[in-house]
């Protein structure tokens, strides 16, 4: 690997490579060695290597928001027109005395009809950060804690929710079994992260190089510019950076180890960690199951007194160890038995087994049951209508094409997003009212014609291994001699996650 060992938990990376390939060996390596309890120094020059460059390069190009501008109005294709070697030695130099520039202010909406702010940075300040990102993940991934979903790899929310399932279904049979939650919610959670002591988390995670320290804290302190007018920041991580959501995990790293500890994950290094688990059991410590995703986060435990007392220990724990302020109106401990938990877009309840034919097969025990959460799906089908409308406008019957194709890829982005769920219903919905509002379009588009236009699936030339057998009948277009039509949800059919998350796949 050509590290040099310094004492017996210090590693120097001495690295020479220039493939993608000895790259991904390398991020093996500071897995692998971060797992063990190492610290590393030398990584700078493993960013500034022409391999991570080049690898920042492609990652940030493939990137839709690549085609945005920072405040130098400088855009990705600028820089992809440079010599190669002119580049990268432009990125080297950038590194050796690195003064990155404020980001530019941007407001998205969000679904609660507030705006939030987002930071461009400059292109060749993301590429830097990717480059900082691709050395210092692997260190941190080693010692993140295991049921943290949140900007992860190969990790999503429909995991966190597996997980969720699993923890109340595996204590169906007990009386300890978790039907008890918190839900947490921090008040602006990345916007008043403490710069020093993410700083303090990031040396403790193992990165001992104080120049990636350096390049980091610059980073945050770069501030932004929102109508020609400069504002510092001394607080928070600039959303819309590519650093970010990995600090963010760092920040909220030890809380996650804090609850985890308690019961779910008593040792980092415990070898026997079922053993462990059982030990706190018969000692009468109530179990704690903790998930989190971003800021959003859960703990389930099997008591109410057990989930208030959790409550008020988190709040001093968020306000003293984190500098952060847990919001008491919107932490609610809530009973799954009967209200279930609002998370990631699904509710979680623990309800009794639906009846099969099979009365052997009845009982009595709650099991865990995720279902789509209806009213903010509401809100994303009312968006998609407006895609839909948006047909009308089209004047030719090609544009007319691309837009429904643009509706049938958001139509299977929802689907796939609810199929581990309990989504017959949320399928139903979607597709009722997407056909409601296609026939409305079709009607002023095609008033003489518009019956006619109603196909079966089956005979679309568009996705027709999706729609291979389906008679269901569906709006279309007549392009080019073929039937180009509207999708349905229901084809994507529920698909049951067994594990939440393979933690050796990493």
């Not at 493939?62 to 010599?83: C, E, F, I």
Request: aromatic residues 10%; charged residues 25%; positive net charge.
């Amino acid at each position: 690997m050509g590290d040099e060992l310094r004492g017996e938990n210090l590693v120097h990376l001495n690295v020479r490579f220039s493939t993608e390939t000895e790259l991904k060996k390398i991020q093996d390596f500071l897995y692998e060695k971060s797992g063990q309890g190492v610290s590393f120094t030398g990584l700078v020059e493993a960013m500034a290597n022409e391999g991570t460059i080049v690898t920042a390069v492609h990652n940030i190009k493939s990137n839709k928001g690549s085609r945005t501008a920072g405040v130098d109005k400088m855009k990705m294709d600028k820089y992809l027109q440079m010599p190669k070697d002119e580049l990268i030695l432009l990125i080297q130099s950038s590194f050796r005395n690195y003064r990155p520039k404020p980001a530019r202010r941007e407001y998205i909406e969000k679904s609660n009809g507030k705006k939030r702010p987002l930071g461009i940075p400059t292109v060749l300040d993301r590429i830097i950060q990717e480059c900082v990102r691709i050395i210092i993940e692997p260190i941190c991934e080693a010692r993140f804690y295991p049921q943290s979903y949140g900007f992860r790899p190969y990790r999503a929310q429909k995991h966190a929710i597996r997980g969720i399932i699993n923890v109340i279904n595996a204590g169906c049979k007990s009386p300890d079994q978790p039907v008890w939650a918190i839900e947490g919610d921090i008040k602006g959670c990345f916007d008043n992260i403490n710069h020093r002591l993410l700083l303090q988390k990031l040396w403790r995670i193992g990165i001992h190089d104080k120049r990636v320290l350096k390049i980091i804290s610059q980073m945050l302190k770069a501030g932004y510019m929102e109508n020609d007018l400069f504002h510092a920041t001394e607080l928070g991580t600039p959303q819309g950076g590519i650093l970010s959501p990995l600090l963010s995990n760092v920040y909220l790293n030890d809380f996650d180890w804090y609850v985890g500890r308690m019961y779910m994950e008593p040792h980092r290094q415990c070898k026997h960690k079922g053993n462990d688990t059982r030990r706190l059991k018969w000692a009468g410590v109530t179990p704690k199951y903790n998930y989190r995703y971003a800021d959003d986060w859960v703990i389930l435990t099997s008591t109410e007194k057990e989930a208030l007392r959790l409550k008020r220990v988190l709040t001093k724990y968020f306000r003293n160890r984190m500098k952060l302020e847990l919001s008491q109106e919107k932490t609610y401990v809530t009973d799954l038995r009967t209200n279930g938990i609002h998370f990631l877009g699904f509710v979680v309840k623990a309800e009794r087994k639906r009846k099969t034919p099979d009365p052997a097969t009845w009982t009595k025990h709650l099991v865990g049951k995720p279902l789509p959460d209806m009213e903010r799906l509401g809100k994303k089908i009312k968006k998609l209508l407006e895609e839909v409308h948006r047909i009308e406008l089209c004047q030719k019957v090609n544009v007319q094409a691309a837009q429904i194709q643009y509706v049938n890829s958001v139509i299977m982005g929802m689907a796939q997003y609810l199929q581990t769920s309990i989504c017959s219903r949320a399928y139903h919905a979607i597709d009722r009212r997407v056909n409601n509002a296609a026939l409305a379009v079709w009607k002023k588009l095609y008033p003489k014609r518009y019956n006619s236009m109603q196909v079966p699936l089956k005979v679309l030339c568009n996705l027709p291994d999706r729609h291979k057998g389906y008679d269901s009948k569906t709006f279309a277009v007549w392009v080019e001699g073929n039937w180009f039509g509207i999708t349905y949800a229901f084809i994507t059919h529920s698909h049951y996650e067994s594990k939440p998350f393979d933690q050796k796949m990493t």
